[in-house]
């Protein structure tokens, strides 16, 4: 097992990674931007290294910073956490030229599968439906058309190199995909340099259903069951659950084993996620994987038992998995809520600055993974996200009665948060009786 790890990464899921591995008796450095010297983790932290300023690109995107600081710290590994460098497949070959483990799947696997048109070919050759559509990338305008007209609008462009939601467009005629198209591209140029995209058919009303798993570097492949993550905003997650409230067994195996095939078709090992969507009839798409742990893991560790991040580690150290699909029975029902600091009243905007008043909620069944504490300021300059509250009851009935007490005991001010938007979500009888899919949000309450 490693003696010390970096964590490259800050706020919530940075003191989620330090949690783990102060269970496993690993010693931890923690890294931080100018912007961020008030850190809940760093107190935490065997050993701190500043690796430069506010910007991403210069601090927590800077591979050089980074590489120098586990160099300095006499590190033995790096846990990336999500967003940042935790897809960057250039970072793991870094990494593994300075011998230092990546704690997350290979270089190879990481490039595989961050490429949409070849996530799409190798869900092919692992027997795995996608979403009917184009055959690899499309280039012009002509053969956009050609696709669309042969799946049937309306239909998604998607860009190859996608991600947040970024570099996807709808097109419902021959018209809207001209300019989709476009605007597409352009917007995946800017967002990923990579202006490639590819078509989808638009699957309408659908429900997103992923699938998290767990595959150590000796063969091992384990599915930890699904989490139903249909309540999105702009294609963004906000809300998760553990299980499906729709998916019936049969469904829900053919999907394990999807995912199973799948990460085996692309020699995974570490956690990762296959995603699908869903459609009214009940058929599954594979749509892409997510090769690192996810924002949403803790709703399948807590159905589970099972702590995600402490066996990416113990396989990243090379040890075999310690379950076997068998020993996976879920049980219960959890929720996890994106507290983001964002307005839900005024179209989500970021809505950063220091939290005057913070009560966390707790009781049975709670669970708070966040890095917010009183006197708090959120900066500009990250992600939103300020707490993960997360329930877990026998039932998804007492699931839901649990998030309403305790986003009623929740008290955070100074800031907007997405809390007065759960609040009403929970009262609302689609989503009491499981009934929603992605644009639900955008349906009932976009303001
Ligand atoms: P990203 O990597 O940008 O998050 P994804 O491929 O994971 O993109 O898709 C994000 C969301 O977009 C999905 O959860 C779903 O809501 C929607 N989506 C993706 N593909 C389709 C599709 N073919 N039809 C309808 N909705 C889709």
């Known amino acids: 097992?490693?003696?010390?790890?970096?964590?490259?990464?800050?706020?919530?899921?940075?003191?989620?990674?330090?949690?783990?591995?102060k269970e496993l008796d690993i010693e931890t450095v923690a890294v931080y931007s100018d912007a961020d010297r008030d850190q809940l983790h760093l107190r935490l932290a065997d050993e701190t290294v500043c690796i430069g300023p506010a910007p991403s690109v210069d601090s927590y995107l800077n591979i050089p910073a980074l590489i120098a600081a586990a160099e300095i710290a006499d590190v033995e590994a790096v846990h990336p956490g999500y967003g940042f460098l935790s897809e960057n497949a250039h970072f793991v070959e870094v990494c593994q030229s300075c011998d230092i483990t990546f704690i997350g799947p290979s270089a190879e696997t990481i490039a595989l599968v961050g490429d949409k048109v070849a996530a799409r070919d190798l869900a092919k050759r692992a027997n795995v439906a996608g979403v009917p559509g184009s055959d690899g990338p499309v280039e012009t305008e002509a053969e956009?058309?050609?696709?669309?007209?042969?799946?049937?609008?309306?239909?998604?462009?998607?860009?190859?190199?996608?991600?947040?939601?970024?570099?996807?467009?709808?097109?419902?005629?021959?018209?809207?995909?001209?300019?989709?198209?476009?605007?597409?591209?352009?917007?995946?140029?800017?967002?990923?340099?990579?202006?490639?995209?590819?078509?989808?058919?638009?699957?309408?009303?659908p429900r997103h259903v992923e699938i998290q798993i767990l595959a150590d570097k000796h063969g091992n492949v384990v599915h930890l069951g699904e989490r139903d993550c249909s309540l999105q905003r702009r294609h963004q997650k906000l809300l998760e659950e553990s299980p499906c409230p729709v998916l019936d067994e049969a469904t829900r195996n053919a999907m394990g084993e999807a995912a199973v095939r799948l990460a085996r078709e692309a020699n995974y090992h570490s956690a990762g996620t296959v995603e699908f969507i869903l459609d009214q009839e009940g058929n599954f798409y594979f749509i892409e994987v997510n090769a690192r742990i996810q924002v949403e893991h803790p709703v399948t560790e807590e159905v589970t038992g099972v702590d995600l991040i402490q066996e990416m580690i113990r396989v990243a150290a090379g040890e075999p998995l310690r379950i076997r699909q068998e020993d996976i029975q879920p049980s219960?029902?959890?929720?996890?809520?994106?507290?983001?600091?964002?307005?839900?009243?005024?179209?989500?905007?970021?809505?950063?600055?220091?939290?005057?008043?913070?009560?966390?909620?707790?009781?049975?069944?709670?669970?708070?993974?966040?890095?917010?504490?009183?006197?708090?300021?959120?900066?500009?300059?990250?992600?939103?996200?300020?707490?993960?509250?997360?329930?877990?009851?026998?039932?998804?009935?007492?699931?839901i009665l649990a998030a309403r007490r305790a986003l009623h005991e929740m008290t955070i001010e100074g800031i907007a948060t997405t809390a007065p938007l759960f609040e009403k979500v929970l009262q609302h009888s689609d989503f009491i009786n499981g009934e929603i899919d992605t644009s639900f949000v955008e349906r009932y309450f976009a303001k």
Not at 355 to 365: H, N, Q, R, S, V
Request: charged share 25%.
């Open 332 to 399: 219960g029902h959890a929720i996890e809520f994106r507290i983001n600091a964002e307005d839900p009243d005024h179209n989500f905007r970021p809505s950063p600055g220091r939290i005057e008043t913070l009560i966390p909620p707790a009781g049975p069944g709670v669970r708070w993974d966040s890095h917010a504490y009183q006197g708090y300021s959120v900066p500009p300059h990250y992600d939103s996200m300020v707490a993960k509250l997360i329930v877990h009851r026998a039932t998804r009935q007492e699931a």
């Open 1 to 21: 097992m490693f003696r010390r790890i970096l964590i490259a990464n800050r706020g919530e899921i940075a003191l989620r990674v330090m949690r783990a591995c």
């Open 144 to 205: 956009a058309a050609e696709v669309a007209r042969a799946i049937g609008y309306p239909v998604l462009i998607k860009a190859a190199a996608g991600g947040g939601g970024r570099g996807m467009r709808v097109a419902t005629d021959d018209e809207s995909l001209v300019t989709g198209f476009h605007s597409a591209r352009a917007e995946a140029e800017t967002a990923f340099k990579n202006p490639t995209v590819y078509i989808e058919k638009y699957v309408e009303r």
